[in-house]
T-cell receptor, first 115, second 113 residues
Framework: KAGVTQTPRYLIKTRGQQVTLSCSPI?????VSWYQQTPGQGLQFLFE???????NKGNFPGRFSGRQFSNSRSEMNVSTLELGDSALYLC??????????????FGQGTRLTVV | AQSVTQLGSHVSVSEGALVLLRCNYS??????LFWYVQYPNQGLQLLLK??????LVKGINGFEAEFKKSETSFHLTKPSAHMSDAAEYFC???????????FGKGTTLSVSS
């Protein structure tokens, strides 16, 4: 079956703009999490959505937001972009909510560059 | 709160040599631990996971890891490195609510011929 699909793969934006990234989960997966990966901070958890509701949120400013649709696809939005938002944004999906030993399946990521 | 520490940001080995990537965890509850691998410009792929069923966990591509509670460690090993093993490796633990992965800083593995 198809894996986790993230679009677009690459994106260049200007400071102050906003951006929307998309994540389509594996069929049947209802939980979508987002992570930011930078050389300095490594992989950091942004938020998780399940059944169209944000269930958990990491320590990021309110400029970072997301949503989930009824088909489990998720989008994340970053407003008023800053140079420091340049990163690889990864989404990960699991079949259900929680589940400590559940494997998370990752997409290939969206590389965002802010200039 | 859970956390993981990966010792050594960069490990270099020769082809055919033993691979040892170190991970120590901190957790107030029984941890659920994972090792992921990331190739350049790619997402993360699960190598193996510890779920308390067995302390020695075998994963894909010949990797294995041993959970040692007394040492709070979950080190990743492979008896014989291949060139194709060159990548970045991440140790991770699930948070207590089971809703997020907490990652170590990663270890870049280089393999020379």
């Amino acid at each position: 079956k198809a894996g986790v699909t993230q679009t677009p793969r690459y994106l260049i934006k200007t400071r102050g703009q906003q951006v929307t990234l998309s994540c389509s989960p594996i069929s049947g997966h209802r939980s979508v999490s987002w992570y930011q990966q930078t050389p300095g901070q490594g992989l950091q958890f942004l938020f998780e959505y399940f059944s169209e509701t944000q269930r958990n949120k990491g320590n990021f400013p309110g400029r970072f937001s997301g949503r989930q649709f009824s088909n489990s696809r998720s989008e994340m939005n970053v407003s008023t972009l800053e140079l420091g938002d340049s990163a690889l944004y990864l989404c990960a999906t699991t079949p259900g909510y929680g589940g400590e030993n559940t494997e998370a399946f990752f997409g290939q990521g969206t590389r965002l560059t802010v200039v | 709160a859970q956390s993981v520490t990966q010792l050594g940001s960069h490990v270099s080995v020769s082809e055919g040599a033993l691979v040892l990537l170190r991970c120590n965890y901190s957790s107030s509850v029984p941890p659920y631990l994972f090792w992921y691998v990331q190739y350049p410009n790619q997402g993360l792929q699960l190598l193996l996971k510890y779920t308390s069923a067995a302390t020695l966990v075998k994963g894909i591509n010949g990797f294995e890891a041993e959970f040692k509670k007394s040492e709070t460690s979950f080190h990743l090993t492979k008896p014989s490195a291949h060139m194709s093993d060159a990548a970045e490796y991440f140790c991770a633990v699930r948070n207590q609510a089971g809703t997020a992965l907490i990652f170590g800083k990663g270890t870049t593995l280089s393999v020379s011929s």
